[in-house]
């Protein structure tokens, strides 16, 4: 039976999620139309607004709709960061790296946690900064130490974005209680369908569009929302349940990690319950993720955006993994993981070693 180790890829969708997409897909209604069947996709469209909001700590009013993690970064870069110095960590996801020409990176240590002396020193520098970190990383699942780098902020007057793709639905959430004044989140990488994501603001911030269209989302996101995508997204959110979850896949995962005894990038540092980065010194993670994808297995290496190219991990490489940065896999347990899982991974990952090994 197939493995589906490659959550933080994208999650396996929630049934309620899939439920209610197909349902929404029967909404005939433009949310922006003030007819009868209009005003009832408006309807779906806010109540599912209200329970993402709701869910991590923010105001409906404040929750701008988007198709993704992507654009909810991009439009946070270019709208909140507008007459700012655009500071980020160096292992950031391309998604926020690439939004923006003339972004400065900020080192981490080698637990890949941001470097705040660095971070001190860079806001210390003068000029009004927007700070972008992510919540957790997407290939070692290393949380940064977001109240420290939000104190700071404040002090400086910086404002945080927090890329919480990773962390929603994964551990406890709040923008509030971050301390952020921004989060992006993404449908598809908590259960929900591909997309749809969202950008919450702190109440109070305004926010310039990016694409300006038809005025919808309060003016800050043009365009028609993809309603049975944002339904989905909603319902998923409604059916997390880290408190539970969350124990149940750190026990796996911790389990394979003692089992292959192998190194394991930002093992120091406190990480998502779900992810793992190990190393197999010697071997392309290339050359890893198609042996186990061969026998049944789905991980993966580098960058998992990089859609079908592997490339040795930038991210990785900010970490001072050298050569190793290259030799590392992630294993990231879906929400829905069987219980035999870390079981069978550390069989299918000893016959592989074997395998190479006789290969020489
Ligand atoms: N940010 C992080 C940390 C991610 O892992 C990803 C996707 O891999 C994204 C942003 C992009 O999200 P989306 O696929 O919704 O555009």
């Excluded at 007819?35 to 599912?48: D, K, N, P, T, W």
């Excluded at 992510?134 to 945080?160: F, I, Y």
């Excluded at 930002?266 to 071997?283: D, E, H, I, S, W």
């Excluded at 896999?329 to 069987?338: D, G, H, T």
Aim: hydrophobic share 50%; proline share 6%; glycine share 12%.
């Amino acid at each position: 039976m197939n493995l589906y180790l490659d959550a933080n890829a994208t999650e396996p969708l929630r049934p309620a999620a899939r439920q209610a997409v197909l349902e929404a897909l029967d909404c005939l209604g433009n949310p922006s139309s003030v007819h009868a069947e209009g005003r009832a996709a408006r309807q779906l469209l806010e109540r599912a607004r209200g329970t993402i909001a709701t869910r991590f700590g923010g105001r409906a009013r404040d929750l701008v709709f988007t198709a993704g993690a992507t654009e909810a970064n991009a439009l946070a870069l270019h709208g909140l960061g507008q007459g700012r110095r655009l500071l980020a960590g160096a292992t950031e996801h391309p998604a926020i790296l690439r939004a923006a020409p003339g972004i400065e990176t900020l080192p981490v240590l080698a637990d890949g946690t941001i470097d705040l002396a660095a971070l001190e020193r860079a806001l210390a520098q003068g000029g009004p900064a927007l700070l972008c970190l992510m919540a957790a990383h997407n290939e070692t699942g290393v949380l940064h130490p977001l109240a420290e780098a939000a104190a700071l902020c404040r002090a400086h007057g910086a404002l945080l974005h927090v890329d919480a793709v990773q962390m929603a639905g994964r551990l406890p959430l709040d923008l509030a209680a971050l301390g952020a004044d921004s989060l992006a989140l993404s449908a598809h990488k908590l259960g929900g369908p591909k997309g749809a994501g969202a950008l919450l603001l702190r109440p109070g911030l305004d926010l310039p569009a990016l694409l300006p269209g038809g005025g919808q989302e309060r003016g800050r996101r043009g365009g028609t929302e993809a309603l049975p995508a944002i339904a989905g997204f909603a319902a998923a959110v409604a059916a997390l349940d880290p408190e539970s979850e969350a124990p149940r896949l750190a026990a796996l995962r911790d389990r394979i990690e003692a089992a292959l005894g192998l190194e394991t990038a930002g093992a120091g540092a406190p990480r998502l319950p779900n992810t793992t980065c190990l190393v197999l010194p010697g071997v392309a993670a290339e050359t890893q993720v198609i042996a186990l994808d061969l026998a049944g297995a789905q991980v993966s290496a580098g960058a998992a955006c990089s859609s079908g190219k592997v490339a040795a991990s930038a991210a990785l490489l900010a970490m001072g993994l050298g050569e190793k940065a290259g030799h590392a896999i992630r294993v990231s347990l879906p929400w829905n993981a069987p219980d035999d899982a870390a079981e069978r991974f550390i069989a299918l990952h000893r016959a592989m070693q074997q395998r190479l090994a006789r290969r020489g």
